[in-house]
């Protein structure tokens, strides 16, 4: 590799100092003008960056040029002379492998001269050649240059570098060059000749203005002596002249047509009396002379001002134009007359089917209904494209305002509003027609013996009937924009409202029988329902009746329902239905008043006659309802069905009142029971209160509590006031419910289910309902199923909670006998006398509520009896007097003891037993989850002070919520080890801060199953 790159040097340095001898010559000779710049060496000349490994040198050339490398500073040579003229052609590199023998080397060429230099036109051409192209042109070169290198690279091969390769690719390069070159120099002179010939074009445009312009300010100055010759002569004469010139031109124009106006008049007033169906044609040859006329009157009229307009701004004391044109319109005055006279005839007799008679026009003479819309449509359509506009054309010639010229011509003959006209001439022809029915139909009726509400509903009946053949005839021969159905329907409500307003207003009503009532919302009903159909609602309905005059013309109503008889149909239907309720709800406050006594049915189960007697008066208002739509069932032959309107509307609205009195009823009750159960907890909780009051007032003197405890004892012997379950309005009262009451009103619940489930299967079966009213009633009818059978389980509730007005005074006082956490329960460990008392007395109520309710009912109700006797245990612990206990552990052991007992009377019955399976408690772990709370409270009285474990306090937690730790407090201060207050308070702080440590999914979602002693919570 150094080899090669000294040999390189060496040419190098043998080239430069050929082209410095060969140079000498030249610098003693007189300096030629500046040449131009010697071009670069092309990009193929510069030898590679890289070099193959070393090869075999190749045989001795001539000199080259050497390119200038990227890392040398000194320039090349200015005068070094191209590589075409410096080498032979170099044969080609030898291939790898290749056979034939090597080059010879070629003979060295005689030195090239020096370059001549540049003649004096190449350098004016060079001087003159734009920057910007100079750039271009070196650009060109550079990436020529870029293209001749890679060239180069491309034909080395196998890592060998041939300068015979090289040579070769410069002189090509180098041609290539020169041809660019000498292309680029024609291209330039070409432009420049487009350049020089471009000035001259513009040299002569300039010559060709200058003489244009010469020749304007000669017609200027002509133009501005004719207009100074022009204004010399008088003004006057030639405004005369100018509408002498008018006039005479309009006189010629229409001599012949205005002559025989008279004549043409006459003959179309002719043909339409002979040919009435020619009114179209022979409105259409009108409009042609009534146009004439409104053009020439205009005409005349425009000119007639300017000629005052001249006179007075002029003052010009000549008249011939005013005087003129007066002679004129005096003389076109009796023709103009003639064509008013006719345009009045045709528009009366054109529109003289659309009066009173419309619908025997219809149906005598249909054309003649066709011809008259046509000719109004025709002359709205006339209207709107041509008289309006030329209106207003006028106005704004003359100065006026837009709005008073168009209401002049609204009340011109021509220019009155044709539809608008046609529309209002229908609504009073209907309203004529509709009054007349009206009055007729309704002494026919009074004739016939109806009543005075009989007779206005059938004559607005036969207005309903009549309405819809107007439309059935008219709406065909129609156009669509006149809305004929909606004109019917208007003039219909407005007579209808007039005359039948008087029965819904509410001073009216009042008044009305039930059954008027009925019939008068049937009524309305039906009269929105075939209006509906006559005139539906349309998606594209514009909502207001038609355009401004139309509306002004008639006032016609809004598509679909009327709102007004919609609002009145509602408030005779409510006014029946609150009738309907309040009689029923009369009936019912008597049956309940009649305090019906238990009776055993078949089965043994105890009932009433309540059942049958709410539903006798049901079924009585059902059938009134069914008479009612009956009687006032249209006859198909006669009139038809209400259109979309479900059958039995109003039969389905009565039943939906009445199951809504049933279930008033069921809430009642509902109220009723839950009162009963509250009325009993409050009279067990009161026990152990009632006696803390006396050992309170121990300190005080004798007669002070004698006087109290006399008190207490009137108030427990008082009978107070009790409903009909037996609950007393003196809470202070013992309640003594009536447990037959009870599950007769349970049994009676389920017996009003299938009494509604019967009464909609006969609706469904005599076909009385259907439709959308019928899936109404099936969902109240459920709903009413719902609340009795909530009723039934209310007074299941009730009928579980009497046992403990019993048991109140015999385990629950403090001062009992046996009475829970006295003195004879902690004692005696062997016996739990209060459980086992309690559970005797829940064991001969359970046996009674088995024969006289089902087994679904006794389940829920022996489940309700377990779940109150356990609250009642809880909430008797924590409310008894806080008297130490003797032993923490001792009384835990009690607490599970009480547990056993009670698991072992009841977790039987629920685990074995077929009628307790609805109960819930099937599986014997769920029975002992339901006493847990029993073995909680154990847990903490045998709980180690001072601190509580945490499994405690979640117990707790669970049973009793945010009032768990006044729960602790409470059985902790009934253990002698926890007497001291800070003690208490610490497990307090302990069992607040165990809750906090608990995470979301421990947290019970109601607060707690057990209730607490308000006394015990902290406040």
């Not at 100079?134 to 890592?159: H, M, P, Q, T």
């Not at 209400?642 to 199951?659: E, F, N, Y």
């Not at 079966?765 to 899936?775: H, I, M, W, Y």
Request: net charge neutral.
């Amino acid at each position: 590799m150094s080899d090669m790159k000294e040999r390189i040097r060496l040419r190098r340095e043998r080239a430069a100092a050929r082209a410095a001898a060969s140079a000498s010559p030249a610098a003693a000779a007189p300096t030629p003008p500046p040449a131009a710049p010697a071009p670069t060496p092309p990009p193929a000349a510069r030898a590679p960056r890289r070099a193959a490994a070393p090869v075999e040198a190749p045989p001795p050339a001539a000199p080259l040029a050497a390119p200038r490398r990227k890392s040398s500073r000194s320039p090349p040579p200015a005068t070094a002379a191209p590589p075409a003229a410096a080498a032979a052609p170099l044969a080609a590199p030898r291939r790898r492998g290749s056979k034939s023998p090597p080059p010879k080397p070629p003979t060295a060429p005689p030195p090239a001269p020096p370059p001549a230099a540049a003649p004096p036109r190449a350098r004016r051409l060079s001087e003159e050649i734009p920057r910007t192209t100079r750039d271009r042109v070196r650009g060109l070169e550079g990436r020529a240059k870029e293209r001749a290198r890679a060239a180069i690279l491309g034909e080395v091969k196998d890592g060998a570098l041939s300068l015979a390769a090289i040579d070769a690719l410069a002189r090509r390069y180098e041609q290539q060059r020169r041809d660019a070159e000498g292309r680029c120099r024609v291209a330039l002179e070409t432009k420049r000749q487009s350049a020089f010939l471009g000035v001259r074009a513009l040299e002569d445009t300039a010559r060709v203005s200058k003489d244009m312009d010469a020749k304007f300010e000669a017609v200027r100055s002509g133009s501005s002596r004719a207009r100074a010759a022009l204004e010399a002569f008088p003004r006057s004469e030639l405004e005369d002249a100018r509408v002498a010139m008018g006039n005479l031109e309009s006189l010629l124009a229409q001599m012949d047509f205005y002559a025989a106006i008279p004549s043409r008049c006459a003959a179309l007033r002719a043909q339409l009396e002979e040919r009435p169906r020619d009114v179209v044609v022979v409105y259409k040859r009108t409009m042609e002379l009534e146009l004439w006329r409104s053009s020439l009157q205009r005409h005349v009229r425009q000119a007639t001002d300017r000629a005052r307009a001249a006179d007075g701004l002029k003052r010009s004391t000549s008249d011939y134009g005013l005087e003129e044109l007066g002679r004129l319109a005096a003389a076109l005055a009796h023709r103009f007359a003639a064509v008013a006279g006719l345009v009045h005839d045709v528009f009366e007799f054109a529109l003289a089917p659309l009066g009173d008679d419309v619908l025997a026009s219809a149906a005598d003479d249909p054309a003649r209904v066709v011809a008259a819309a046509r000719v109004v449509e025709l002359h709205e359509t006339l209207q709107r494209q041509r008289l309006r506009r030329d209106a207003l054309a006028d106005a704004e010639a003359r100065g006026e305002d837009a709005a008073d010229a168009l209401d002049r011509l609204r009340h011109s003959p021509t220019g009155a509003p044709a539809r608008a006209g046609a529309v209002a001439r229908l609504y009073d022809g209907f309203r004529k027609r509709a009054a007349t029915a009206f009055a007729e139909a309704q002494m026919s009726l009074a004739d016939r013996g109806h009543g005075a509400t009989a007779a206005l509903l059938g004559a607005g009946t036969r207005l309903i009937l009549d309405t819809q053949a107007c439309v059935d005839h008219l709406a065909p021969l129609l156009p669509p924009s006149w809305r004929c159905a909606r004109v019917c329907r208007s003039a219909l409500e407005a007579h209808v409202e007039r005359q039948l307003g008087q029965l819904w207003s509410p001073a009216r009503a009042r008044d009305l029988e039930v059954e008027e009532l009925f019939q008068v919302s049937e009524w309305l009903e039906t009269y929105n329902a075939i209006l509906s159909e006559i005139d539906p609602v349309a998606d594209d309905d514009d909502g207001d009746g038609g355009d401004d005059d139309a509306r002004a013309a008639a006032p016609l109503r809004p598509r679909g329902p009327a709102k007004a008889f919609a609002t009145a149909g509602a408030f005779l239907m409510g006014e029946y239905l609150d009738r309907i309720a309040k009689q029923v709800e009369s009936w019912f406050v008597a049956i309940r008043a009649r305090k019906a006594e238990p009776r055993a049915d078949p089965a043994g189960r105890l009932v009433t006659t309540r059942p049958e007697d709410m539903f006798q008066v049901i079924t009585m208002q059902v059938g009134v309802a069914l008479d009612h739509a009956a009687r006032d069932a249209p006859d198909p032959a006669d009139e038809p069905a209400s259109p979309g309107r479900p059958k039995g509307q109003h039969v389905a609205t009565v039943v939906l009142r009445c199951l809504e009195e049933l279930r008033h009823d069921a809430a009642r009750s509902s109220e009723r029971c839950r009162e009963c159960v509250a009325a009993v907890e409050r009279y067990v909780r009161s026990a152990s209160r009632g006696r803390r009051e006396d050992d309170d007032d121990g300190g005080s003197s004798g007669s002070d509590g004698e006087a109290k405890a006399e008190t207490r004892r009137s108030a427990y012997s008082r009978k107070g006031r009790k409903n009909s379950l037996g609950v007393p309005d003196d809470d202070a009262a013992p309640p003594s419910l009536e447990v037959e009451r009870l599950c007769a009103l349970a049994n009676d619940a389920l017996r009003v289910q299938e009494r509604c489930e019967e009464l909609v299967e006969s609706l469904e079966s005599k076909d009385a309902v259907t439709g959308a009213p019928l899936l109404s009633v099936r969902a109240v009818t459920d709903q009413v199923v719902a609340d009795y059978a909530e009723l039934a389980l209310d007074a299941c509730a009730a009928a579980a909670a009497a046992p403990f007005v019993d048991l109140r005074d015999a385990i629950f006082a403090p001062d009992a006998d046996r009475a829970l956490f006295g003195p004879r329960w902690e004692s005696d460990r062997t016996k739990a006398d209060a459980v086992d008392v309690a559970l005797t007395t829940l064991d001969d109520y359970l046996r009674d509520y088995r024969a006289w309710l089902p087994a679904y009912l006794y389940a829920k109700l022996a489940r309700r009896a377990f779940d109150l006797f356990v609250e009642a245990y809880v909430y008797a612990l924590l409310d008894a007097k806080p008297k130490p206990f003797a032993d923490g552990d001792g009384a835990a052991m009690l607490l599970l003891r009480d547990q056993n007992h009670v698991l072992a009377y009841f977790l039987p019955k629920f685990t074995e037993d077929p009628d307790l399976a609805s109960a819930g408690l099937r599986e014997p772990g769920r029975v002992v989850a339901e006493t847990a709370a029993l073995r909680h409270l154990a847990d903490v009285l045998s709980a180690c002070a001072p601190a509580v474990d945490d499994y405690v306090v979640e117990e707790l937690f669970a049973d009793f919520g945010d009032a768990a730790p006044d729960v602790l407090v409470a059985l902790l201060a009934r253990l002698p080890a926890f007497s001291k207050k800070a003690v208490r308070e610490d497990c307090r702080r302990a069992a607040a801060a165990a809750i906090n440590r608990l995470p979301p999914e421990k947290q019970p979602a109601d607060g707690g199953r057990f209730a607490v002693p308000p006394r015990i919570v902290k406040r």
